[in-house]
């Protein structure tokens, strides 16, 4: 038995490299026996630095002053951590973006057609400032080799129409007024188109590179398409509607035949009914999505309302009031899917195919310059410049729609989220679908409940009120 088995001394460095942890025992009569052999082991591990004699001693008598004489993974050794850094961040100088509602101070009730986001501004207004990244701080642990402090990453903004960006002090602010977007990482601020009646037969389609402002009805048949956000004042008819911002619709949308209602933002309704919509972020609904497909990045946001019939699609799941009905109507809810992954990706691969096509010939064309002889001419040795140069850009161009893609992904996990609280009833015939596993409500469940993908199968577990 050698000698650290002896008084019962174990040394070992810790997963991290950060920290050297001894086990032992500590008696008046073995103290110096420790000390010795703790040292001898600090020389085996190769410990950079190691504490000297009276140091260890004086270790030890502190840690048996604090601990007692058995000590457990008692730190000996520590390196230095990395210090973290400060990502960048943008402050918005507005309530531009906030999600939530106005709520009635009187009655505390929340006012689904109101949202609490103040979007018009005036030309001038300051929109948000650009707080710079703080670098981290490299570490060092007990071998005394280097622990690279992660790096820092800056706030991405990037200035759209409308929109100046003043570089000394990191600020953006309004050219023109109009109503502020924020979306794909860049501000802009639309200016505003304004139909004083209903969008159809008398006034024509609009089709406007701001924001629309719609005073009455989107009547049948007819078409609204913005860069910005929409907002139509009473109801939206078998009609369809694109929107590059969010879709405010203060009465309903009906839908029928081929006609959609599509918003890169999110969509706040009264109602849906028989209608196709699909969203980037949140569809909110105040009373009822009937026979309907809704398809959102975000989640369905209807705490009071019905979903009766349709398919329903929603990254982040959901808040309902009631799914299905009495008449035992098929209600198929879809939560933690992502239906435009696979297109937005597909979109940046084909984009980075082509690139690394272009990037392809470019080498080709450099090397077959190259080739030929040991001197260039200046006009020869100018084109093949101008070549690295566009090869450069090209790879630059690679690398920021790879990010994209990264990006993507991160964030459509991100916002995965398997299930739907429902605060009222489900009736028979509800189908919940969350991952490969599948639920079809064969009775009444009343809540509130949470349905959540657990352990690999669904489940429905009751909410507590209060």
Same mark, same amino acid.
């Given at each position: 038995?050698?000698?650290? $088995?002896?008084?019962?001394?174990?040394?070992?460095?810790?997963?991290?490299?950060?920290?050297?942890?001894?086990?032992?025992?500590?008696?008046?009569? *073995?103290?110096?026996?420790?000390?010795?052999?703790?040292?001898?082991?600090?020389?085996?591990?190769?410990?950079?630095?190691?504490?000297?004699?009276?140091?260890?001693?004086?270790?030890? =008598?502190?840690?048996?002053?604090?601990?007692? @004489?058995?000590?457990?993974?008692?730190?000996?050794?520590?390196?230095?951590? @990395?210090?973290?850094?400060?990502?960048?961040?943008?402050?918005?100088?507005?309530?531009?973006?906030?999600?939530?509602?106005?709520?009635?101070?009187?009655?505390?009730?929340?006012?689904?057609?109101?949202?609490?986001?103040?979007?018009?501004?005036?030309?001038? +207004?300051?929109?948000?400032?650009?707080?710079?990244?703080?670098?981290?701080?490299?570490?060092?642990?007990?071998?005394?080799? #280097?622990?690279?402090?992660?790096?820092?990453?800056?706030?991405?903004?990037?200035?759209?129409?409308?929109?100046?960006?003043?570089?000394?002090?990191?600020?953006?602010?309004?050219?023109?007024?109009?109503?502020?977007?924020?979306?794909?990482?860049?501000?802009?601020?639309?200016?505003?188109?304004?139909?004083?009646?209903?969008?159809?037969?008398?006034?024509?389609?609009?089709?406007?590179?701001?924001?629309?402002?719609?005073?009455?009805?989107?009547?049948?048949?007819?078409?609204?398409?913005?860069?910005?956000?929409?907002?139509?004042? +009473?109801?939206?008819?078998?009609?369809?509607?694109?929107?590059?911002?969010?879709?405010?619709?203060?009465?309903?949308?009906?839908?029928?035949?081929?006609?959609?209602?599509?918003?890169?933002?999110?969509?706040?309704?009264?109602?849906?009914?028989?209608?196709?919509?699909?969203?980037?972020?949140?569809?909110?609904?105040?009373?009822?999505?009937?026979?309907?497909?809704?398809?959102? #990045?975000?989640?369905?946001?209807?705490?009071?309302?019905?979903?009766?019939?349709?398919?329903? =699609?929603?990254?982040?799941?959901?808040?309902?009031?009631?799914?299905?009905?009495? $008449?035992? =109507?098929?209600?198929?809810?879809?939560?933690?899917?992502?239906?435009?992954?696979?297109?937005?990706?597909?979109?940046?691969?084909?984009?980075?195919?082509?690139? *690394?096509?272009?990037?392809? +010939?470019?080498?080709?064309?450099?090397?077959?310059?190259?080739?030929?002889?040991?001197?260039?001419?200046?006009?020869?040795?100018?084109?093949?410049?101008?070549?690295?140069?566009?090869?450069?850009?090209?790879? *630059?161009?690679?690398?920021?729609?790879?990010?994209?893609?990264?990006?993507?992904?991160?964030?459509?996990?991100?916002?995965?989220?398997?299930?739907?609280?429902?605060?009222?009833?489900?009736?028979?015939?509800?189908?919940?679908?969350?991952?490969?596993?599948?639920?079809?409500?064969?009775?009444?469940? @009343?809540? @509130?409940?949470?349905?959540?993908?657990?352990?690999?199968?669904?489940?429905?577990?009751?909410?507590?009120?209060?």
């Amino acid at each position: 038995m050698d000698e650290t $088995a002896k008084v019962g001394l174990s040394v070992r460095v810790s997963a991290d490299s950060l920290s050297v942890v001894v086990d032992c025992v500590v008696t008046e009569a *073995n103290v110096g026996q420790l000390v010795e052999l703790l040292s001898s082991e600090l020389v085996v591990l190769k410990v950079v630095s190691p504490p000297d004699r009276d140091r260890l001693i004086s270790w030890l =008598v502190g840690q048996v002053s604090e601990h007692g @004489p058995v000590l457990k993974e008692a730190v000996v050794v520590k390196g230095v951590a @990395p210090v973290a850094p400060v990502d960048g961040l943008i402050e918005w100088a507005g309530s531009f973006f906030d999600s939530g509602f106005v709520i009635d101070e009187t009655t505390g009730v929340i006012d689904y057609r109101q949202r609490a986001a103040q979007h018009s501004v005036q030309p001038g +207004q300051l929109l948000a400032k650009i707080k710079l990244p703080v670098p981290g701080v490299d570490g060092q642990d007990v071998f005394g080799r #280097r622990i690279r402090a992660p790096l820092a990453k800056a706030a991405l903004i990037r200035t759209g129409e409308n929109v100046r960006k003043e570089e000394a002090e990191g600020s953006l602010y309004a050219v023109a007024g109009g109503r502020v977007r924020w979306g794909g990482n860049t501000l802009s601020v639309d200016k505003v188109c304004v139909v004083e009646g209903s969008v159809g037969m008398e006034s024509g389609n609009v089709d406007h590179p701001g924001a629309v402002e719609v005073m009455q009805d989107v009547l049948e048949d007819a078409s609204v398409k913005a860069k910005g956000d929409v907002e139509v004042r +009473q109801v939206v008819e078998h009609a369809d509607i694109e929107t590059g911002g969010t879709l405010t619709v203060r009465g309903g949308i009906s839908g029928g035949g081929t006609h959609k209602v599509a918003a890169a933002g999110s969509v706040h309704a009264r109602y849906i009914l028989d209608a196709h919509v699909e969203a980037g972020q949140d569809v909110v609904v105040e009373r009822e999505v009937v026979h309907s497909n809704v398809k959102t #990045r975000g989640a369905l946001v209807m705490p009071k309302g019905r979903l009766i019939g349709g398919e329903t =699609v929603a990254l982040h799941g959901g808040v309902i009031g009631q799914i299905s009905s009495p $008449a035992l =109507v098929a209600t198929t809810f879809v939560a933690g899917e992502d239906f435009r992954l696979s297109a937005m990706l597909e979109e940046k691969g084909k984009a980075v195919a082509q690139l *690394n096509g272009e990037l392809a +010939q470019l080498e080709n064309g450099t090397k077959t310059i190259l080739g030929r002889v040991a001197t260039l001419p200046p006009e020869a040795q100018a084109k093949l410049d101008e070549m690295q140069k566009q090869s450069d850009s090209l790879k *630059n161009q690679i690398e920021g729609l790879n990010g994209e893609i990264q990006e993507i992904r991160q964030t459509s996990e991100e916002a995965t989220r398997y299930a739907v609280e429902v605060r009222g009833m489900i009736y028979p015939e509800a189908i919940f679908c969350m991952g490969r596993e599948r639920l079809r409500v064969q009775k009444e469940i @009343p809540g @509130p409940v949470r349905v959540c993908l657990l352990d690999d199968r669904i489940q429905v577990i009751p909410i507590e009120k209060g």
